[in-house]
């Protein structure tokens, strides 16, 4: 099985098992394991932050972010299809008692533009607007990464206007290669960023928040309160380590593959990659009712070998990884086509049962 669901999907390497087993621990609450503060400076110096603090999952590092900026009552402002909004079951809300405030972008890019006359006025009627949330690259918009320029912009804005700024970085790493603009350049413009050591760096757990050392120092209050406290986690630190030191650049790998499933999908009956511009290590493309819902084509498709994601009735995903090799990454290619004609011209029938 070629599995494209996700770059989540990875497994630890026998060298990232090494280092893990090797790791040097102590009880990271009470308090620091050294391997873990080890990767705690190390991503803090790669972002340029004073200081960064691990935690189990990216949606507790965005959500820890949004507590220490804002207060019950704030409004915080991002894309409409991003991780926080979309994917974190408005635990902002939830959990923080904050609001969002959406703006739609062009495949999850936004423009300085829509920014404006986005703050609510002092008004004893509405919530306080307190916070910007970017996202990069962007998940449901296949990858894409943020222009630079408008990055900056957005950001300068937000600060002139006493606003704070987050970046969910969770492939922030997919963005540096693909942009050539180092992570510290990118994460200047923020008050706070978190980066995700489990997806195409390919640890098997683990999260970070970088920022200003007084706010991750609040931060490590609320990681506790939101029972994200970990003992010993200097033996899944050192797998987070082990991917920052040796699997950031061979990112590239990822993307030149997503690129040749970005072909495949091109030149496919019945298939239309949407967006049409690959940045990174994710495509997204929409399957013609002709063919079958979205999960239909994915039943179909694993049954051939190849195991992609429906991320909505019509909209299939599929992400490039450290498991895939360049020959793997040929062989779904043509598999895709294949299936895709052969649906589009009857020769086969679509699978009709719901994938688990
Ligand atoms: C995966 C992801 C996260 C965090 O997800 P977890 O599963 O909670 O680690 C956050 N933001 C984006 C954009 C992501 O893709």
């Excluded at 990232?16 to 705690?40: G, K």
């Amino acid at each position: 099985m070629i599995d494209l669901r996700s770059d989540t999907v990875t497994k630890p390497t026998p060298a990232m098992r090494a280092a893990m087993a090797a790791a040097e621990v102590d009880d990271d609450v009470i308090d620091v394991d050294p391997t873990v503060d080890r990767l705690q400076r190390t991503t803090a110096e790669l972002l340029g932050k004073e200081a960064a603090l691990f935690m189990p999952s990216g949606t507790m590092t965005n959500q820890i972010a949004v507590r220490v900026h804002c207060k019950p009552g704030d409004e915080l402002l991002c894309e409409a299809e991003c991780h926080i909004f979309h994917y974190e079951q408005g635990a902002f809300a939830q959990l923080s008692g904050v609001v969002a405030r959406t703006l739609s972008g062009e495949h999850g890019l936004l423009r300085p533009d829509q920014f404006v006359d986005q703050i609510r006025p002092d008004d004893v009627h509405q919530v306080r607007t307190r916070l910007v949330c970017l996202e990069n690259t962007h998940n449901r918009g296949a990858g894409r990464v943020q222009p630079y320029a408008a990055v900056e912009k957005i950001c300068r804005w937000a600060h002139e206007h006493g606003l704070r700024t987050h970046l969910d970085g969770a492939r922030l790493f997919n963005a540096v290669v693909a942009s050539g603009v180092a992570a510290d350049r990118w994460a200047a413009h923020f008050d706070t960023v978190s980066v995700c050591y489990s997806k195409g760096l390919g640890a098997p757990v683990g999260s970070a928040l970088a920022g200003p050392r007084e706010l991750i120092a609040e931060a490590r209050r609320h990681r506790k309160l939101f029972g994200g406290g970990m003992r010993q986690a200097g033996i899944i630190a050192a797998g987070a380590l082990h991917a920052l030191q040796y699997h950031r650049e061979r990112l590239a790998d990822d993307h030149a593959n997503a690129q040749v499933l970005a072909d495949a999908v091109r030149s496919a009956a019945g298939l239309t990659l949407s967006p049409d511009t690959v940045d990174t290590n994710m495509i997204i493309f929409t399957v013609d009712p002709a063919l079958g819902t979205a999960s239909q084509f994915t039943a179909t498709l694993k049954n051939h070998g190849v195991w992609m994601l429906p991320t909505s009735p019509t909209r299939v995903r599929a992400v490039t990884h450290l498991d895939v090799s360049r020959e793997q990454t040929r062989a779904a290619a043509a598999i895709i086509r294949q299936v895709a004609d052969e649906l589009a011209s009857g020769t086969i029938a679509a699978d009709r049962k719901e994938p688990t």
